[in-house]
């Protein structure tokens, strides 16, 4: 269809390549959404209830409160994680599926996933105060920003393209 408006070989290679480009392929889509998606979720649901007790939310908070600590934290987990390995699409050019350089991808993802998380833990805990580490969380020595975290962004998201690319 769209073929018949351009003529020229130029015309023919630009739509051969967006076609391939990596928001073009539903098995991406497939792959993030039914496969990586649900690891992501997973993965980051059981590390948030692990790392509890480094918060002093473990110790502080009624039971209701915690769970829907967990629930929002993985939540927005998912969130970023799903955004980090988009962007990470997008930096890195990804085509097809099948044309993936998954070392690359996953290490644009984990850059951008603990770019935020740094972020999101100085503004979380040091100045808004809206959560705070409890005795047993390790703190990085030049900004105190919990090693937990971000061995999660290191962690979570590998883990979960490696068990994501095997199912596929």
């Known amino acids: 269809m769209c073929a018949d408006v351009y003529q020229g070989r130029e015309a023919a290679f630009v739509l051969r ?19 990586y998606h649900p690891a992501l ?11 509890l007790p480094m918060y002093t ?4 908070a009624p039971p209701l409160s915690i769970t829907y600590a967990v629930l929002h934290c993985t939540l927005g987990d998912v969130l970023i994680g799903i955004c980090a390995l988009l962007l990470a699409l997008i930096v890195t050019r990804a085509g097809a599926l099948r044309d993936w350089r998954w070392h690359r991808v996953g290490a644009v993802a984990i850059a951008f996933g603990l770019s935020y998380t740094v972020f999101s833990e100085w ?37 979960a393209l490696a068990l994501s690319r095997r199912v596929a």
């Open 17 to 35: 390549g967006v076609s391939e480009m990596w928001c073009h392929d539903p098995k991406v889509w497939r792959f993030v959404l039914a496969r």
């Open 41 to 51: 979720a997973v993965l980051n649901a059981l590390w948030e209830i692990a790392q």
């Open 57 to 60: 939310l473990w110790w502080e």
């Open 123 to 159: 503004l979380g805990t040091g100045v808004r105060a809206s959560w705070a580490y409890s005795e047993w969380m390790p703190v990085t020595p030049f900004v105190p920003i919990g090693v937990s975290p971000l061995l999660q962004w290191v962690i979570v998201p590998v883990v």
